[in-house]
């Protein structure tokens, strides 16, 4: 079995996109892919769990740490062209049952536990995350990639109950309206807690930027695919 410090052994390129699951790609789609073409030499593309299949065929690296969303959704992972990382808590059975037995992966060795701080030694990382987006951040330093951009990282609650509830927008580009499994609150409560780790992760000198629309403000810049005509 292969694990984080064979991954991070690898040869890598300068800078990382990760690729995550939320609805604001649906409206960039065009200046995405274009951003993707012109960077693609540069960029190692990370995608985190039910990427929107205009993507996929970009990927280099496809990730899952929740096992829900991996029984769910890794028939979609396009395992000819792009390499697997799956959290520790996605047992052998599961994978093989999902993915037809195939064996060719890294498996992450992480601690997710609140007020841990963020930490790598030996092939474990350690601290609090919150989602598998996070944790990517934070596995791309490792890499020592110089800029990481990310997109689709919307957070749960970018858009109000009742706009969710009336289905004009959705949380995720695949759904329609309030598509995680448990209520607004909950999501609310999500995401306070994901701002905290987007902060620890910045203050540990981590060069990152959201280019699509996010309730995680202070880390945005939209201009990067504004500009792309």
Same mark, same amino acid.
């Given at each position: 079995?292969?694990?984080?410090? *064979?991954?991070?052994?690898?040869?890598?390129?300068?800078? =990382?996109?990760?690729?995550? =699951?939320?609805? =604001?790609?649906?409206?960039?789609?065009?200046?995405?892919?274009?951003?993707?073409?012109?960077?693609?030499?540069?960029?190692?593309?990370?995608?985190?769990?039910?990427?929107?299949? +205009?993507?996929?065929? #970009?990927?280099?690296?496809?990730?899952? /740490?929740?096992?829900?969303?991996?029984?769910?959704?890794?028939?979609? &992972?396009?395992?000819?062209?792009? +390499?697997?990382?799956?959290?520790?808590?996605?047992?052998?059975?599961?994978?093989?049952?999902?993915?037809?037995?195939?064996?060719?992966?890294?498996? !992450?060795?992480?601690?997710?536990?609140?007020?841990?701080?963020?930490?790598? *030694?030996?092939?474990?990382?350690?601290?609090?995350?919150?989602?598998?987006?996070?944790?990517?951040?934070? &596995?791309?330093?490792?890499?020592?990639? +110089?800029? !990481?951009?990310?997109?689709?990282?919307?957070?749960?609650?970018? #858009?109000?109950?009742?706009?969710?509830? *009336?289905?004009?927008?959705?949380?995720?580009? #695949?759904?329609?309206?309030?598509?995680?499994?448990?209520?607004?609150?909950?999501?609310?409560?999500?995401?306070?807690?994901?701002? *905290?780790?987007?902060?620890?992760?910045?203050?540990?000198?981590?060069?990152?930027?959201?280019? /699509?629309?996010?309730?995680?403000?202070?880390?945005?810049?939209?201009?990067?695919?504004?500009?792309?005509?």
């Amino acid at each position: 079995m292969k694990t984080l410090k *064979d991954f991070l052994k690898r040869k890598n390129k300068k800078n =990382s996109l990760i690729i995550c =699951s939320g609805s =604001s790609p649906n409206d960039k789609i065009q200046n995405i892919k274009k951003f993707i073409k012109e960077n693609k030499k540069e960029f190692d593309i990370f995608g985190i769990n039910n990427i929107h299949p +205009e993507f996929r065929k #970009y990927i280099d690296y496809h990730c899952f /740490t929740n096992t829900q969303r991996f029984k769910k959704y890794g028939k979609y &992972i396009d395992l000819k062209n792009s +390499e697997l990382l799956l959290g520790k808590n996605i047992n052998n059975n599961i994978r093989k049952k999902v993915l037809n037995g195939f064996d060719d992966y890294f498996n !992450i060795e992480y601690i997710d536990i609140e007020k841990t701080k963020i930490d790598y *030694d030996n092939g474990k990382v350690e601290g609090f995350f919150r989602t598998c987006g996070c944790l990517m951040i934070y &596995i791309s330093y490792l890499m020592k990639h +110089e800029n !990481i951009f990310i997109i689709g990282m919307d957070g749960y609650t970018l #858009y109000n109950e009742d706009i969710l509830e *009336d289905e004009k927008k959705s949380q995720h580009w #695949y759904g329609q309206g309030l598509t995680d499994t448990t209520t607004y609150k909950t999501c609310a409560q999500k995401d306070i807690l994901i701002y *905290d780790v987007l902060n620890n992760l910045k203050h540990q000198n981590i060069n990152f930027k959201i280019l /699509t629309s996010t309730l995680y403000k202070d880390f945005c810049d939209l201009n990067i695919l504004k500009e792309l005509k």
